[in-house]
């Protein structure tokens, strides 16, 4: 094989992979593990791009890198193959979501297998697999039969709890339940009926069936996730989505709240990533405080974190959804508040959080009674106050919290200042209006003036003090058909759970993937979807579990992915333990990773797993950016005018597709073949070419400027395209598609190969010993190597490879001492062509299986120095001398150059300054 021929060799290793069982791991307590693991992507029609495979690509380096460590790695790949997208083609087409989903999956496996990732894939999984759901629907099941007790701080079974409630009720029992709980005896418990009995159940278990406001979208059926909905529109189609309460299932995250903070102190991730989590969770220490409503026995709970600051309450607030607001408005303010009212509850959550320009609320008529003086104070809807946080109602303190000062002075409110102790430290200065001097609270510290207003509170049986959360417990259901069953029947319109042996419990078969006419969800079509239990059949579950359901375990289901009997065996979670290296998008910060981390603190619970946090290390890669070109149309014509020719005649700009232009020179023939509208399109030109303009964009087809891998492996092979996409920049940051650099990445794969090869082609390695500066080169660039991987700094190594590789060209090196080590080094990177290689230098086993170069210091070492040799100041010489020469023989050697001897005419010097290592210095 003279040539480097990327598209034979990369077949033939490929192949080999597959036929070797290369990346197959396996349990071996005798040898140290590494867990490397990418977010597994949701299969989409249009396949990958070249943006898709940049966290694959590094994680598949470090994967090749440990494996020549002496590790034993696992690095699965597999599908999250549930979700919406394969459900509205199914709504479009009538195909079902499995058919299309299956497609989608064959060619991204083709598509990862193309580029040569070192997958274990016999370990791939599929959320949408009844034998992988059938898991998910176990974990539910274990969830719905456990509470969070608080003395353990741990999940314990629900049946413990009902031990205690028929032995002393639940007046002792400290455990995660709903607020509106009721105290009751073991006898009242032991007279509830069974009905009673599981109602009062699902306010302590994890997972539970509640009223729930949620995002609904009539045009697609279905609830979604704050993270679906924009300005009121579902992302994916742009339909109108409107805020509703509904019956729901939940999974009680917050129990966790205090462990999912204290559990990032023990992870290595970016510290951003690790702030969105903390802000998310929300821990606010403070106070609930209750307000009487004037002239009706409804009471107001607010939470505040500044309960001594309520003596400067001039307002309380009203988040738009809560059932209250619409309550107290009084007949004079009907109008004006239920409009407001209508608009304001159907803008999400996230929306209304992010805009904090728009400023808007309405008076409701009623007034509350401030707990502390007796003084009445109005009652507002606002939508800066939100129902899933705190209570759903603020104690408004213009003097003392921004919120609250804007909206006073946008409706002209009183605004008051509270100055004693610390308290000023907390206001706005020069915004404030009356100050009052509380005298309850006189000269107390806040910290202090708390805990007495806090003690006030619970005296009097008005408020308590409380810590408070902004998480939410996490909405479990969509209305969707491609998603988990839930393993869950009802009777007497409570819900229990199938038996185990019934699971899985599989999709049913549906006429269409809409809701009924009636609006139940699309299960609801299904025939014959009940559970028969020995006292009779009942319905099951017309909703699924949402997307996040199969991706907040599946790191576990990779270890053991074809066990029938347990999601996975104990042994072999207890050896692969944690995720040791976790790449993908920090989008997925509040949703997936939090959610992960919930169900792992839930099974170390269970005691299935032995770790409580499953990524350990994690890397958000950066985006790909596209660069688009563009094309320049005169208008009113269909001729086109060259870049640099422009600006001399009357153009508009046209996105034109990437995949036809090279260096940004437009194939004239392949443009007029793109479109139909195209085909008699004339050109001016400039020097013969059409030259395109460029700019950089998200990568999009609307831009025409998605570049697919395997139009890139089809010109330049696999390797080129692992190595340009590390050496675009580093892996967290965002950086261009460039498509006219990837020609410099593939000549640097020749000359690897034409190292090993004479200039007939052959393959010509020689046993020689290897000079001293060849060696230098190879150790530098091991060093370099070893420093980056331990920094995760990819596009560096790359660099430091060019660099070694253009150094031994210029040495004519051919010496097997350098170049077999070389192979070693860029395996990682470029493994189709290493491979290649390392069987030219007669080893018959895959490169993998080698050891990394060890790094020898020595070869770095210089014994040789070039002193600069400066006479009266001006360099006059230079002397090649070894470094172990004393000052007095550098000081002869210079003497005695014939070039110093020239400058110094005869004469003998005054001075003689020498720094070994650095200059020598001859005054005359």
Known sequence: MAEYNFREIEQKWQGYWKEKGTFKAEVDPNRPKFYSLDMFPYPSGAGLHVGHPLGYIASDIVSRFKMLKGFNVLHPMGYDSFGLP?????????????????????????????????????????????????????????????????????????DSLVAKFEKEGNGKVKAVCDDDTSIFSAEEWNAFSEKEKQEMLLKYRLTFLAETTVNWCPALGTVLSNDEVKDGFSERGGHPVERKKMMQWSMRITAYADRLLQGLEKVDWSEPIKEMQRNWIGKSIGAEVLFDVKGSDKKIKVFTTRVDTIFGVTYLALAPESDLAAELVTDDQRETAEAYIQVAKNRSERERMSDVKTISGAFTGSYAINPFNGEEIQIWVADYVLAGYGTGAVMAVPAHDERDYNFAKHFGLEIRQVIEGSMENGSFPGKGGLIINSGFISGLYMKEAMQKCIEFLEAKGIGKGKIQFRMRDAIFTRQRYWGEPLPVYFKDGLPYLIEEKDLPLVLPEVDKYLPTEDGEPPLGRAKDWTYKTADGEYPLELSTMPGWAGSSWYFFRYMDPKNEAVFADKDKTDYWGAVDLYIGGSEHATGHLLYSRFWTKFLYD?????????????????????????????????????????DQYDTSAMHVDVNIVHNDQLNLEKFKAWRPDLADAEFILEDGKYLCGSEVEKMSKSKYNVVNPDDIIERYGADTLRLYEMFLGPLEQFKPWNTNGIDGVYKFLRKVWNLYHNAAGEFAVSDEKASKEELKALH???????????????NTSVSSFMICVNELTAMKCNKRDVLEPLAVLISPYAPHIAEELWSLLGHSDSITTARFPEFKEEYLV?????????????????????????????????LADATVQKWLEGKAPKKVIIVPGKIVNLVV
């Open 86 to 158: 394969a459900e509205q083609y199914a709504i479009q087409t009538g195909q079902h979501p499995a058919i299309t989903t299956e497609q989608n999956i064959a060619r991204y496996t083709e598509q990862l297998k193309n580029i040569g990732f070192a997958f274990d894939w016999d370990r791939e999984v599929r959320t949408s697999d009844p034998s992988y759901y059938k898991w998910t629907q176990w974990i539910f099941m274990q969830l719905f039969n456990s509470y969070y007790d608080l003395d353990a701080d741990k999940a314990l079974s629900i």
């Open 606 to 646: 269970l005691g299935v797993v032995s770790i409580d946090e499953p990524f350990q290390k994690m890397i958000n890669q950066g985006m790909i950016q596209g660069r688009s070109n563009f094309v320049y149309r005169l208008k009113g014509t269909n001729t086109f005018v060259s870049f640099g020719l422009k």
């Open 780 to 794: 530098k660039a091991i060093k370099k190597m070893e420093e980056d991987m331990a920094n995760y700094s990819f």
């Open 862 to 894: 210089e014994s040789n120095f070039e002193y600069p040799v400066m006479i009266n100041g001006k360099m006059r010489a230079k002397l090649d001398l070894p470094l172990s020469l004393s000052v007095p023989e550098i000081e002869n050697s210079a």
